[in-house]
Antibody, heavy 122, light 112 residues
């Protein structure tokens, strides 16, 4: 059974760069899309980015200038870097798998990590 | 981006009774293939969101048949035929019609 586990710093200061890692266990990183989603009291659930091992990447335009998603296939991990963080980036960050559930190539978030809390404060 | 609006935001329900949640999108989610590109997720207390319904009306694997999704275009409804205590949590609709995927504000369901 595939499981995802996020890891990260927990607390950052404004202007720093957030780096999060999602470790995949019980399955392979290949042949799927992998994504980051965050949840904050102010903005609710917000899609950040997704990528696959073929290099197809998509970002939320609102975060595209600051976000970088990357897959590490040998380690079966993927990561998110978010630069120049501010208080508005305080949130629970989830990693999730995008999987096809239909013959029309429709992707859903079918597996989520438990989430990691990130606080930005001086 | 497409704005998703849910109502009501808090919903108090009685065990055994039906419940419904509305989700409206600022643009049509209906594609030429006849499918509506809308999902429903449930976030139980202390847990991550889990998929309930995809393509507007298809139940995800393992989801009880008391959950159903309906609607088309810009108006959608999630129905629970008979609420159980384990159904408490926050329900979100999410559109997949246009990048970026966007979520509704969430409807918090509690038991009366």
């Amino acid at each position: 059974q595939v499981q995802l586990q996020e890891s990260g710093p927990g607390l950052l200061k404004p202007s720093e760069t957030l780096t999060l890692t999602c470790t995949i266990s019980g399955g392979s990183i290949s042949h799927y899309y992998w994504s980051w989603i965050r949840q904050s009291p102010g903005k609710g659930l917000e899609f950040i980015a997704y990528s696959n091992d073929g290099g197809h990447i998509n970002y939320n335009p609102s975060l595209e200038s600051r976000a970088t998603i990357a897959l590490d296939t040998p380690r079966n991990q993927f990561s998110l870097k978010l630069s120049s963080v501010a208080a508005a980036d305080t949130a629970i960050y989830y990693c999730a798998r995008l999987n096809i559930l239909s013959d029309i190539y429709y992707h859903v978030f079918d597996i989520w990590g438990q989430g990691t809390v990130v606080t930005v404060s001086s | 981006e497409i704005v998703m609006t849910q109502s009501p935001l808090p919903l108090s329900v009685i065990v055994g009774e039906p419940a419904s949640i509305s989700c409206k999108s600022s643009q049509s989610l209906l594609r030429s293939n006849g499918y509506n590109y809308l999902d429903w997720y449930l976030q139980k207390p202390g847990q991550s969101p889990q998929l309930l319904i995809y393509l507007g009306s298809k139940r995800a694997p393992g989801v009880p048949d008391r959950f159903s999704g309906s609607g088309s275009g810009t108006d959608f409804t999630l129905r629970i035929s008979r609420v159980e205590a384990e159904d408490v949590g926050i329900y979100y609709c999410m559109q997949v019609q246009q990048a970026p995927r966007t979520f509704g504000q969430g409807t918090k369901v509690e038991i009366k």
